[in-house]
C-alpha cells in the first residue's frame, strides 16, 4: 500500500508567517504533487517534482516555494503568508508510468 | 482549456436508495484523457475509486460505477444502493495517459450525506 505522509495535520499562523508543510512518501515514487482545495474550487495544482532537485510550476504557484530534497521529501514554503492561503493542502506523489495519484491526508493551514 | 464540472457541491439520499453523481468533462489538450473517480473520507486523503481509460468502458469498485460517454464527454458515478459508510466527498478527474499524464485537473467535488 502506498503511503504518503503530510504534517503537520493542523497549522495556524498569522499574516506575514513563515510556514512550511512536509511530506514524505515511501513508495519510491519519482512524482510529488503539492495540491489546495477550497471550497467551490477541485484541486489545485501549486507546484510539482520529478525527483530530488527537480521543482516544476504549477497552476497557482504565487506566494509559494516548494523543494525536493530527496525522492521522498518535498515541503511546500509560504514565506509571507496571507489569508488567501488559508486553505487545505494535499500532497500527492505518483510511480513512473502510472497516472494514479496517492495522496496524503491533508494539512489545514489557517493564516489570520 | 482542459476542465471538469460536477455540479452538485452536495447530495443527500436515503441509506439503501440510488445514487447519480454527475461528471462532465472538457479535454481540449489531452487527446485520449483517462477518466477517474477519487473519493475522500472524513480525515483522509483522497483515494482512487475507479478508472477508466478507453472510451465506452465501464469502471466499478465498491458497487460503484461509471461509464466513460465519450459522445456525451460524462463520467457520471452510479451506486444502486448507497450505504452510510459511503458518506464522503467525491472528486471527478481527467489525465493524460502515460508518463506524459503529469497534470490531472479535478473537479470541485460533491459531498454525498447518506442518511440512515
Known amino acids: 500500500e502506498a503511503a504518503v505522509t503530510q504534517s503537520p495535520r493542523n497549522k495556524v499562523t498569522v499574516t506575514g508567517g513563515n510556514v512550511t508543510l512536509s511530506c514524505r512518501q515511501t513508495?519510491?515514487?519519482?512524482?510529488m504533487y503539492w495540491y489546495r482545495q477550497d471550497t467551490g474550487h477541485g484541486l489545485r495544482l501549486i507546484h510539482y517534482s520529478y525527483g530530488a532537485g527537480n521543482l516544476q510550476i504549477g497552476d497557482v504557484p504565487d506566494g509559494y516555494k516548494a523543494t525536493r530534497t530527496t525522492q521522498e521529501d518535498f515541503f511546500l514554503l509560504l514565506e509571507l503568508a496571507s489569508p488567501s492561503q488559508t486553505s487545505l493542502y494535499f500532497c500527492?506523489?505518483?510511480?513512473?508510468?502510472?497516472?494514479?495519484?496517492?495522496f496524503g491526508a491533508g494539512t489545514r493551514l489557517s493564516v489570520l | 482549456g482542459d476542465s471538469v464540472t460536477q455540479t452538485e457541491g452536495q447530495v443527500t439520499v436515503s441509506e439503501s436508495k440510488s445514487l447519480i453523481i454527475n461528471c462532465t468533462y472538457s479535454?481540449?489538450?489531452?487527446?485520449?484523457?483517462?477518466l477517474f473517480w477519487y473519493v475522500r473520507y472524513p480525515g483522509e486523503g483522497l483515494q482512487l475509486l475507479l478508472k477508466?481509460?478507453?472510451?465506452?468502458q465501464k469502471g466499478s469498485s465498491r458497487g460503484f460505477e461509471a461509464t466513460y460517454n465519450k459522445e456525451a464527454t460524462s463520467f457520471h458515478l452510479q451506486k444502486a444502493s448507497v450505504q452510510e459508510s459511503d458518506s464522503a466527498v467525491y472528486y471527478c478527474?481527467?489525465?493524460?495517459?502515460?508518463?506524459?499524464?503529469?497534470?490531472?485537473?479535478f473537479g470541485s467535488g460533491t459531498r454525498l450525506l447518506v442518511s440512515p
Open positions: 479535454a481540449t489538450s489531452i487527446g485520449y484523457p483517462n
Open positions: 477508466v481509460i478507453t472510451a465506452g
Open positions: 500527492a506523489s505518483r510511480g513512473q508510468g502510472w497516472n494514479t495519484l496517492y
Open positions: 478527474a481527467l489525465s493524460g495517459s502515460g508518463t506524459g499524464g503529469y497534470k490531472v485537473v
Open positions: 513508495n519510491s515514487h519519482n512524482y
